[in-house]
């Protein structure tokens, strides 16, 4: 399964960290997804990295703002958040998917990523 940490309240323009982390295998041929769901709509993809072919992916409303990477291990992956908008305010879930690419975002969708984290809040507000 996977276990996510981070998150938390932040002012607008602030910055936060989420991890994801593997917990009984590794992330070896697997792209790794966040997704976020605001309250009253739908969850939407924000970004992607597979280490299957080293591609990313990022949401447009996201791009140049967040960062994903991996760690060192092949079992963690972080988001790196900044310059934090209200709109970004959700619950966070990254999840596995097995031999995905996330070249173009084409695959990037939640129903091809199986086992997911258990969310984490993130509020940003002043």
């Known amino acids: 399964h996977l276990v996510q940490s981070g998150g938390g309240l932040v002012q607008p323009g602030g910055s936060l960290n989420l991890s994801c982390a593997a917990s009984?295998?590794?992330?070896?041929?697997?792209?790794i997804g966040w997704f976020r769901q605001a309250p009253g709509k739908e969850r939407e993809e924000v970004s992607c990295i597979s280490n299957m072919d080293d591609s990313e992916f990022y949401s447009e409303s996201v791009k140049g703002r967040f960062i994903i990477s991996r760690g060192d291990a092949s079992n963690t992956v972080f988001l790196q958040m900044s310059g934090l908008k209200p709109e970004d305010t959700g619950i966070y879930y990254c999840?596995?998917?097995?031999?995905?690419?996330?070249?173009?975002?084409?695959?990037?969708?939640?129903?091809?990523?199986?086992?997911w984290g258990q969310g984490t809040q993130v509020t940003v507000s002043s």
């Open positions: 999840a596995a998917g097995v031999r995905l690419t996330c070249s173009g975002g084409r695959w990037f969708k939640a129903n091809y990523f199986g086992t």
């Open positions: 009984g295998f590794t992330f070896d041929y697997r792209a």
